[in-house]
Structures are given as structure tokens and as C-alpha cells.
């Protein structure tokens, strides 16, 4: 109960595609079958060499796989709830460079490949989102206790945290009473050391160096861990410290086909474009891209435990702090489809042939389009040309810092055999800093495209040409331009290249929480069922506030209006009526993408590099906002209306606070006080040859929610005036704006006067969430498990601000009957936390120390998911009232399931003959399906998802974003002796990486099926070194994503990545 206050483009081949997927999922579960009766043997096998085989191994490689292994497995086995663990037994061995990475490798887990989901431009090497059975609903913890990125998320951003610092990682799928709640999907707890976990001192040390094929830079990482134990008159005390520096360099190349569309007028009726209209899918354009990373990760941690000599009390203080920084840097070449659709759309280059498939997608052709207005710079400069894709070379830098630091504390006194008491304490604090910046270059080019299915394409750029241009006319006239002609023939001559715009953004966000929780604990004696009653309550209290700015984007010259461009060739002195100054070619450079894709494909600029602003954009952001302002000023005036009409650094912005680069709506407040208690029962007993345990609970949860924040009307700045409407360029339309009744006109800049109302939100949710949780251990090893719950996982911060960033459509599209109305992104401050009931079975084999078999079900309903709704209200400021579209997150009332099976299975083959008996697999499947689940589309920072711009497919057809249903691990494993070796593939199916694209608007994006190998060898020189060499994405697998063109859910290719091959040479010692 709760109260609230307050791959192919052809369908066809998608059908081939099923077939696989089907063929895949009989194979594993042929595979899991014979496991079951093939394993019996083996095990028995097993047991008859008796226990010296294992006690030999553990004696000459403590710290092994094998080691590792038998301690997540022994961590399952005994575990009260189900879940999985992955453990490192020597600094570290996480069997991943990331604790995202390793991750992957848990039944049911599958990670995110790409920055951000609604952004499927920017592929991320290391991994990024982890998604639990499906859902994102992830609760993350550190050593128990709640942690998180002050982002505008709600979890730990996992790749920030070095994985040399952890002991291990559990993921939980089904909770018990006594655990935090907030993770319906599962809670994923990192577990760093404490001085106990050993006996006696250990000193490890760890040496790395990392180095990536394509990026072509090595980058080292070192890390040192100290323990130690001692005996006081006190009592025992352990102390710890660890720290690590990780540096990785890496690179990802793409090439994409742009924005598909389905188009009526080029003579081919084979595709199917909806609503009973027939025609051709085809596209705007290409891109491609190469970006760089850098990532250095610091952490420390330390921890202090203390034991009362009678042992009646421990205690233990821990401290981590994570500091992780990527710089990227992005040059990229793409068609600015927005321009391309604006004038006149994309079309057959003259004079050539084009092919469609079945389904009337292209495959083959040559493309160009119109470039549009050019009248302001005829007889002036007839450089633009007539024909052509505009094309931006961008140059994008980005800077992300993320800092967290947990202090955490904790007090157990037992005074005998039946009281329990543990007292628990924790702050964390957080920030975020992060500075993006761009810059466009902008060209006119052709773009001749070949698709080949599944693989790589072909895409040239050219110079545009015209069937109409005489090809030595003179001199140069509107109707013969010089574009791309005579002495500037290439493509990286100053002459032919202008600056077309700039875009800056930052977010320095943070975020505290204080916690503190005291649990008791009876324990009766062992002649009942009941072996104890807990009970407990837990106090904590978050403040987060977010300071994200708009992406800032803005014009600093076009082809139309003021004359035409700034020409990279151009004199330049900031004044747009007066002669002189230095061009911008000291600050641009040419950019060759050597070794494009592995030169898998050709670089689809062939041999004329692209020009881009040579410096980097974060480095100089001074000097740089200071060159486009000067770009801007030269081409038009800066300010109309007392506002900027070019691109300003956000600081320059008008309605920013002083001193700051933020608007007062930018700013956003959350606190979230939170309130539980719960009292759990657990029981064991016998029953013949079986052993029964268990817990029965009850938890109650409540949560008080403050968000301050603003309403804000827009600028009457961005309207045109009454003399722009009365002086409208002689050939030019005046724009609808102008086209309204003056009276309509003047009421909408009495409107949008930049007013700015503060607004404090206050809501509450309480919850009542019963658990059950039972484990029947039979003879030889077989374990039956049962897990009843409900859960709830509160919404993103981001969700959750309170703001009406309030703005006015005056385009055609905004204007109904004469009278424009406003549409706004706003956060929701009373959005309640996602509810789901769960049944969590598992049957767990284990047949040998490093040996078992498992299967697992689940099935989770789900109420209240957080999804995008609209509605349309009115708005009154300074006596005028105006209609606004609402576009903000809601609880959805439609009840959603998500269910699945995951199958597990390990085993070193000690009964084979020597030297054989050191392989080993471990391996698992995954198999999860939903219905019903509402596509969120929500974005806590994306503008076009909150304002509604969503796609035309029909969302219910796709799958849930993120889900993929097949999820494989494979790891062949070979131990024995000095060696230590490890090949592991991860693969999984195809899954809808975003409901829509922000670059294709609005496309879904799927990514399709997708796997890595990795490996890695290790020798044991001696008892106390090691020296190995770890690899990732051994096969050079190809990331491939797909537009979905129709809601019969036809697709075709978008974008292929590719990146880093990458080897990390290791050196490791303990003493």
C-alpha cells in the first residue's frame, strides 16, 4: 500500500534475424541440459581424486581465478537472498579494467557501450549504464550503504570508481527487509577491503601499462594497498590504505548514413511511408567522426577496524574517495540535415542513378541538394554554390570531472549469544563539473553512398556541381560561382570554408547525504524455527543541487542575411560595416583522419583533408569565446532588442546571474529526507534430509521531497520588433510572427518579458513493502530458492526539479488560429517512485568448489513507471494570458511485466588427464521479455524529448529501451601451476538504444547485436610476483546501430564504430 501528498533495411532479413535469435536461444538451452546431466559425472569424478587437488592448487596460486571463482560461488551459496557476486582476491584482479566491465559478466546484468542513450553519436570504450534484468530501476551502494553521482541521476556512475579499489561487487535481485530500498531491478553494492579480510600484514603493489591500436598512446596506471593487524591491550586493530591512479587513452571512429526519410517525389512507389502514402526511404546525407578519450581515474580508500579483546565489539571506519576526469576530443564531418531539409530537401545528383532494395530503402547513389538563399551576396562575393550538401566540420572538446567521497562508520556490540546491535553512520558528498564546447566550420559537398547490409559502408565526399555550370566561366558570376573552382579546387582551402556557429555548455551540480541506522538483533536458541528477530530504522537526508546549462548553441554567420558568411579566408575586426583585419587561417588546421576505421573503409574525404579550429576548445576557452564573438560581430550586430542574436558565451547570455553562467531556471534545489523502519523474522530448521532457512519482513519507507526552482517567461528579445515586420528584404517572406495581427504581436511581447516567478514544491510518499525469502538446501549439493517482494526505485533527481523554463512558438507550426502558444520542458517535483511486485526462484547445483549449475526466474510487475505526458494549460503574465504545451515526466497507470530466465554454469575439469585438468568454464545466459512497460522517452537534459519532439513510429511495437533479450557470457579459463589465462566473450541481442535520435529527429535508434572478446595470461614467477597481459575487443568487433523507419518497424543501417584494441602489459606483487 502506498499514500501520496501532494540490421537490414528489409523485413525479410528481420525475419532471418528472428531465426537466429530463435536458434540461438534452443542452442543454449541445449547447451544448459546437457550441463545438467553431463555434469553429474563429472562432479563425481571429481570428488573421487578427493580434496588434494584443490588444496594443491590453492597452496601454489592463492590469488588465482580459481580462488576468485570458489569465492563468489561460496558468496552465492550461502547468500539468504538470491544474487551473484564477483570477487578479487589480490589488488587489482577484478577480471576487467572497469567495474563496469566486470559487471557485464553477472547473469542478468548487460552495460550501455555508448555515453549517453539519446545521444547514439558518441560511442564510450569503457561502457557506461548498467541495466539489471532489463530495467535501469539500479540501486547502487558502496560497502552496504548509499552512494551516488551527483548527476541528474540517482546511482553511482560505476566507471567512475577504480576497480583496483574493490574487494568485490555483489548484485542483489531479491531484497529482505533490512535492506535499503530504491532498487527494483537490483541493488549493486561495490565491497572495498577491510584490515580483517586477512590475517595476517599484506603489501601489494600493482604496475600497468595500457596501450590502444588506434589511439597509438600508452598510459599507465599504479596502484598500492597496505594492511595490517595488531594485538593492544584495547583490543585487536586493523588498519588499511589503498591507492591507485589509472590513466587510459583510447579512440572510436564512426562512419553513419543521416537521417532517412521517406520521400514521394523521386519516381520509385516500393516503400511503405505510413498512412497509406507509398514512396522511397532516403537520406539527408553522411557523417563520420573520429574522437579521442582521455580518462585518468584517482582513488584512495582507508579504513580502520578495531575488536574488543572479549570480541563482544567491532568497529570499523572506512573512507573512499573517487576522482574520475575524461577529456574528448571530437572532429567530425556531417551533412547539416537541418539546413538540407530546410531548403528543398536532399536529391539525386544530376546526371545519376540511384538503387532502392525491396522495400524501397536506397542503397546506392549520389547525393546532393539545394544550398538556398543566397541573394544578400550576389554581385558581392558569388562564392556559394548554387548546389550542394551543407556540411559542418566540427571540432568538439568536453571535459567531465565527477568526485565522490564516502565516509562511512559502524558499531557492533554483541553482548552474548542472543542480542545483536549495530550502529551505522555515513556521509557522502559529490560534485560534477563539466564544460562542453564546439565549433562549426560549414562546406558544400556531394556525398556519394554505397550501403553493403550488415557491413561497412562506402561514403565519398566531393565538391558539388551543377549540369547548368559552364565549367571556365568568367569571371565568376551568381550563376557560375567560384565555389570549389580554379585555384581553390580543394576542399581544404580557406576560400571554401566559412564559420557557421558555436555551442558551449556547463554543469557543476552537487550533492550531499547524511545517513544513520541502528539495527537489533535477538537470536533464540537452535530448538526452534524461529532463529531471530531484527528490527531496525535508518535516517537520511540528501541535498542536491544541479546546475546544468543549456546546450548553447548559436549562429556566428550563414549563407543568408548580412552579405553572406564569414569566409575562413575573410578579414575579420568584429565590425560588420568596416574593412580591415586578419583572417582566421592561424587558427584553423587541416584534419586527415589517418587510419580511419583501420582503413576497414576509405576515409570518405579521400585524399583532401577537412579544415577545423586547431586549438583546443576547453584549454582556451578564454580565447576562443573571444575569436567567435569577433566571427559573429564581423557578420551581423551582435545584440536585437537588448539581447544577444549570435552566439554568446553562456555568462553573456542575457537573464544570467552575476558571476555565474547560469539562468536562475538552470538551478535547480532537490531535498529528499527519508525516513525508514522495518522488523524482519528469520527462520530455520530441518526437515529429514533437507535444511530450510529463510526471512519474513516488513519495511516501511517514507520520503519528503523539497524542490525550489522558477517559473520563467521568455524574452521579447527573441521576437522580431515592428520595424523588422515593416522592413522585410525586397524577395524575402516576412515571418509568421509578422504575419499576425498586431494586436496579437504586441500582447506577446507584453508576455514574453522575461519574468521570473520563484515556486518551492513539497510532496511525500510512504511505503509499506513486504518480503519473504526462503532457501531449501537438499542432499548433493541441490538448492532450491524463493523470493516474494515489493519494491520501489525513486525517479531521477533530474525528473524531479522544479522548473518552467516557459517559451513562445511563433514558427507556423506554433500558430493556431491566428494566436501563437508556448511549449515547455518542465521537471516534476511530485513524480512518485516506481513500484513492482517480484517472484525471484532459482535451482542452484553445487556440485564441486569450483562447480555449479544454476538456473533462475523472475518475474516483476511494475506500476507507476515515470514516462513523458503533455498537457496544455494557460498561462497569465503582465495582464496577458497565452495557452502553453506541458511537457513533463507522469506516472504512467498502466500495470507492465517484465520477465526472464538466467542460466549459470562453472567448472574446472580437474578429473582430466594432466596437463588438461586445468581448464575451466564459466558461463552464462540470460533470456528477459516485457510487456506493457511505457517508453519513457524522458531525458533530464534533453529539450526536444521534454518539449514532446518525439518520433512518428509507433513506440508500443519497439522493445523496452535497453532490453536486450539474449545475453551470453562465455569464459574459457586455463590454471595450473605458474599460468593463469583467461579468454571471456560477452555478447548480447539487439536492444532499442533510444526511442529517438537528437540528431535524427526523431528516429528510434536500435543498437543491434553486438559481442567482445577480451583475454588475459598471467604468471606466478614466484609466490610474491606476478607479470601478465590483459587484452580487450580482441576481434575488433563492429558496433553497429539502426534507424527504424515505419511502425512496421523496417530498418536500416545508421552508424559502425569501431575502436581501440587494447593492451594492458601487468606486474603485480603482494608481500
Not at 504512467?892 to 581448464?919: I, W
Request: contains cysteine; hydrophobic residues 35%; negative net charge.
Amino acid at each position: 500500500m502506498s499514500s501520496v501528498n501532494g540490421a537490414s533495411a528489409t523485413r525479410g532479413r528481420e525475419t532471418l534475424g528472428d531465426n537466429l535469435k530463435f536458434g540461438l536461444k534452443c542452442g543454449v538451452s541445449a547447451l544448459a541440459l546437457s550441463l545438467v546431466f553431463g555434469a553429474s559425472a563429472l562432479a563425481q569424478t571429481a570428488a573421487a581424486g578427493g580434496k588434494t587437488t584443490e588444496d594443491t592448487v590453492d597452496e601454489v596460486v592463492v590469488t588465482s581465478i580459481r580462488q576468485s571463482l570458489k569465492s563468489s560461488q561460496q558468496l552465492k551459496q550461502s547468500s539468504d537472498i538470491i544474487g551473484d557476486s564477483i570477487t578479487a582476491e589480490d589488488i587489482g584482479a577484478l577480471p576487467d579494467r572497469s567495474v563496469t566491465e566486470a559487471l557485464q559478466r553477472v547473469p542478468g546484468v548487460s552495460i550501455n557501450r555508448f555515453a549517453a542513450g539519446v545521444d547514439p553519436d558518441h560511442f564510450s570504450t569503457e561502457g557506461s549504464g548498467v541495466v539489471v534484468r532489463g530495467l535501469n530501476f539500479v540501486r547502487s551502494e558502496l560497502n552496504g550503504r548509499d552512494t551516488f553521482t551527483a548527476n541528474n541521476g540517482r546511482i553511482l556512475s560505476f566507471a567512475d570508481v577504480p576497480s583496483e579499489l574493490m574487494g568485490g561487487v555483489d548484485v542483489f535481485k531479491s531484497p529482505s527487509a533490512d535492506m535499503i530500498e530504491g532498487g527494483i531491478s537490483g541493488t549493486v553494492n561495490l565491497r572495498t577491503r577491510l584490515p580483517f579480510d586477512t590475517n595476517k600484514r599484506l603489501l601489494s603493489m600493482s604496475a600497468e601499462a595500457s596501450y590502444g591500436d588506434m589511439v597509438k598512446k600508452w598510459k599507465p596506471t599504479y596502484s598500492f594497498l597496505y594492511s595490517d593487524r595488531f594485538d593492544t591491550s584495547i583490543g585487536e586493530v586493523g588498519i588499511l590504505a589503498s591507492f591507485v591512479n589509472s590513466e587510459l587513452a583510447s579512440r572510436s571512429d564512426a562512419v553513419q548514413v543521416s537521417n532517412f526519410g521517406c520521400r514521394t517525389n523521386l519516381g520509385s512507389t516500393a516503400g511503405d511511408c505510413g498512412n497509406g502514402t507509398k514512396g522511397v526511404w532516403f537520406p539527408r546525407g553522411a557523417a563520420f567522426r573520429s574522437t579521442t578519450n582521455e580518462r585518468e581515474r584517482q582513488g584512495q580508500a582507508g579504513a580502520i577496524q578495531w575488536r574488543s579483546n572479549d570480541g563482544t565489539m567491532q568497529a570499523a571506519f572506512q573512507y573512499l574517495r573517487s576522482k574520475s576526469t575524461v577529456n574528448w576530443t571530437e572532429h567530425a564531418v556531417e551533412i547539416a540535415t537541418d539546413n538540407v531539409t530546410s531548403n528543398g530537401d536532399s536529391r539525386p545528383a544530376d546526371g545519376t542513378t540511384f538503387s532502392f532494395d525491396e522495400d524501397g530503402v536506397f542503397t546506392n547513389g549520389v547525393i546532393t541538394g539545394s544550398t538556398g538563399w543566397r541573394a544578400d551576396q550576389n554581385g558581392s562575393d558569388p562564392r556559394t554554390p548554387i548546389n550542394g550538401l551543407q556540411s559542418n566540420n566540427v571540432r568538439r572538446d568536453e571535459r567531465t570531472t565527477n568526485t565522490t567521497t564516502d565516509y562511512g562508520f559502524n558499531f557492533k556490540w554483541t553482548p552474548n549469544d542472543h542480542w545483536g546491535v549495530l550502529f551505522d553512520a555515513q556521509h557522502v558528498d559529490s560534485k560534477v563539473d563539466a564544460i562542453s564546447m564546439g565549433l562549426w566550420g560549414s562546406t558544400f559537398q556531394n556525398a556519394a553512398i554505397t550501403l553493403h547490409g550488415n557491413d561497412l559502408p562506402d561514403v565519398l565526399f566531393s565538391a558539388p556541381s551543377s549540369g547548368t555550370t559552364v565549367s571556365n566561366c568568367t569571371p565568376f558570376n551568381n550563376n557560375c560561382p567560384s565555389y570549389a573552382r580554379g585555384t581553390h579546387a580543394s576542399l581544404s582551402d580557406p576560400y571554401n570554408n566559412f564559420w557557421r556557429s558555436a555551442m558551449d555548455h556547463i554543469e557543476q551540480s552537487e550533492g550531499t547525504e547524511d545517513a544513520i541506522k541502528i539495527d537489533v538483533e535477538y537470536k533464540f536458541n537452535n530448538d526452534t524455527w524461529l532463529d531471530s528477530i531484527k528490527g531496525g530504522a535508518r535516517w537520511s537526508e540528501r541535498d542536491q543541487t544541479t546546475r546544468f546549462s543549456a546546450y548553447s548553441w548559436g549562429v556566428l554567420s550563414e549563407i543568408w542575411g548580412s552579405g553572406g558568411p564569414v569566409w575562413m579566408d575573410d578579414p575579420i575586426n568584429g565590425s560588420p560595416t568596416t574593412a580591415g583585419g586578419a583572417n582566421s587561417t592561424r587558427f584553423v588546421e587541416a584534419y586527415a583522419f589517418d587510419n580511419f576505421m583501420r582503413g576497414k573503409t576509405g576515409v570518405p574525404t579521400g585524399a583532401d583533408p577537412r579544415l577545423f579550429f586547431s586549438q583546443n576548445l576547453i584549454d582556451n576557452y578564454g580565447s576562443v569565446s573571444q575569436f567567435a564573438l569577433s566571427v559573429g560581430d564581423e557578420w551581423r550586430d551582435r545584440l536585437a532588442g537588448g539581447c544577444p542574436q549570435n552566439w554568446v558565451p553562456l555568462a553573456m547570455r542575457c537573464n544570467v546571474i552575476a558571476g555565474t553562467p547560469f539562468r536562475p531556471q538552470e538551478i535547480n534545489p532537490v531535498n529528499e529526507e527519508t525516513k525508514s523502519a522495518y522488523l524482519m523474522a528469520r527462520f530455520k530448521g530441518e526437515t529429514g534430509d533437507y535444511k530450510v532457512s529463510g526471512n519474513l519482513g516488513l519495511r516501511y519507507t517514507k520520503t519528503d521531497r523539497v524542490a525550489e526552482g522558477y517559473l520563467a517567461y521568455p524574452l521579447a528579445a527573441s521576437l522580431p520588433t515592428e520595424a523588422d515586420c515593416a522592413n522585410v528584404p525586397a524577395g524575402q517572406t516576412p515571418s509568421p510572427f509578422c504575419q499576425l495581427a498586431p494586436n496579437v504581436r504586441a500582447a506577446s511581447r507584453l508576455w514574453a518579458n522575461g519574468a521570473l516567478v520563484p515556486n518551492t514544491a513539497k510532496s511525500s510518499f510512504e511505503y509499506w513493502l513486504p518480503s519473504f525469502n526462503v532457501k531449501v538446501m537438499a542432499p548433493h549439493g541441490l538448492q532450491y530458492r524463493l523470493g516474494v517482494s515489493k519494491t520501489v526505485t525513486p525517479p531521477d533527481i533530474g525528473l524531479t526539479r522544479n522548473f518552467y523554463n516557459l517559451t513562445l512558438n511563433t514558427n507556423a507550426d506554433g500558430i493556431t488560429n491566428g494566436v501563437p502558444s508556448g511549449n515547455v520542458p518542465v521537471g516534476n517535483p511530485y513524480l512518485k517512485p516506481t513500484q513492482a511486485t517480484n517472484i525471484d526462484a532459482s535451482v542452484e547445483w553445487y556440485f564441486a568448489p569450483v562447480g555449479s549449475l544454476t538456473f533462475a526466474a523472475f518475474w516483476k510487475e511494475l506500476t507507476d513507471v515515470a514516462y513523458n505526458r503533455t498537457s496544455r494549460l494557460p498561462f497569465t503574465n503582465n495582464g496577458v494570458t497565452f495557452d502553453v504545451v506541458i511537457t513533463q515526466p507522469g506516472n504512467s497507470d498502466v500495470k507492465a511485466t517484465v520477465k526472464g530466465f538466467e542460466v549459470g554454469y562453472q567448472q574446472f575439469y580437474d578429473f582430466l588427464p594432466k596437463p588438461l585438468d586445468g581448464f575451466g568454464i564459466n558461463a552464462n545466459y540470460s533470456y528477459i521479455e516485457s510487456s506493457g512497460v511505457p517508453q519513457s522517452t524522458l531525458s533530464a537534459t534533453d529539450p526536444d524529448v521534454a518539449a514532446g519532439r518525439i518520433t512518428t513510429v509507433d513506440t508500443s511495437k519497439l522493445p523496452l529501451q535497453g532490453l536486450s533479450k539474449h545475453n551470453v557470457n562465455f569464459a574459457a579459463i586455463y590454471e595450473k601451476g605458474p599460468i593463469s589465462a583467461r579468454l571471456a566473450y560477452n555478447w548480447r541481442s539487439d536492444f532499442l538504444l533510444t526511442v529517438r535520435d537528437v540528431i535524427v529527429p526523431y528516429a528510434p535508434i536500435m543498437n543491434e547485436a553486438t559481442g567482445q572478446l577480451d583475454g588475459s595470461f598471467f604468471y606466478t614467477v614466484n609466490p610474491k610476483t606476478k607479470i601478465g597481459v590483459q587484452a580487450v575487443n580482441l576481434l575488433n568487433e563492429t558496433t553497429r546501430t539502426t534507424q527504424v523507419l515505419n511502425s512496421n518497424l523496417l530498418k536500416t543501417g545508421r552508424s559502425w564504430f569501431m575502436n581501440d584494441r587494447r593492451y594492458t602489459f601487468v606486474l603485480r606483487a603482494s608481500f
